[in-house]
């Protein structure tokens, strides 16, 4: 399966190289057990303490995002039901690849020799079209998937006028303090959905909309 638009920046592939590279490091230091290296070590000399940092590769995909689709869409009008096909191709073959499949049946069956409850966990995915309850990873493809669902919105409001898009990452972090607040802790909320993720996703379109600023300024763009 292919892209509608056939469209491929390679440009942008050592930035995905870069991220997958952050994310794996991560994973493959602490696993997900806090072995070999326990999960509140990160090395103080840089960069090794960036790439202990997995949150920040993911946060790099999801800029990338809102990067790519401002500019595939950028003056385009969006036939929803077929963007959202589209997607929905793109985005499903990841969740039901066969190595993917044995690996949830081989969870499965681990949480079953040890007295779990396996239809709890059969439940998660169920619920995982709203809630970050993928396993494996698979709570980025929800946060993403909650994303397309604000993206008309997002491109409208960022034609009307350039300034908007700040505001809804102003508004992002009001929303993040206010939970914090009353909460005591913001975390979940933060890593794991769209309340902490859309500044990234927004930041990524911004990047694309004022991009002719950094265009051969190397300096300025760093």
């Known amino acids: 399966m292919r892209s509608s638009t056939g469209a491929h920046f390679i440009a942008l592939d050592h930035i995905r190289a870069l991220a997958a590279f952050i994310v794996f490091v991560w994973h493959f230091n602490h696993s997900t057990t806090g072995f070999p290296i326990p999960f509140g070590y990160v090395p103080a000399v840089f960069p090794f303490a960036l790439l202990d940092e997995g949150h920040t590769g993911v946060a790099l995909f999801m800029t990338l995002s809102g990067y790519l689709f401002a ?7 969006i036939r929803y039901s077929a963007f959202m096909w589209n997607r929905a191709l793109r985005l499903l073959p990841l969740l039901l690849l066969p190595l993917l499949l044995l690996v949830i049946v081989l969870v499965c069956l681990r949480l079953y020799a040890e007295g779990k409850d396996v239809a709890a966990h059969a439940r998660t995915f169920a619920t995982g079209v709203i809630l970050p309850a993928l396993p494996n990873g698979g709570w980025s493809i929800t946060v993403e998937f909650h994303y397309y669902l604000m993206l008309p919105l997002l491109l409208w409001l960022s034609r009307t006028s350039k300034a908007l898009p700040i505001v809804i990452i102003f508004l992002a972090i009001a929303l993040r303090l206010f939970l914090y607040h009353k909460h005591g802790a913001v975390q979940w909320y933060a890593y794991w959905t769209i309340i902490g993720r859309i ?3 927004v930041a990524g ?7 002719h600023w950094f265009y051969r300024r190397h300096k300025t763009a760093l």
Do not use: I, V
């Open 199 to 201: 500044d990234q996703f």
């Open 205 to 211: 379109m911004l990047a694309f909309q004022y991009h």
């Open 71 to 77: 500019k595939l869409l950028d003056g385009k009008s």
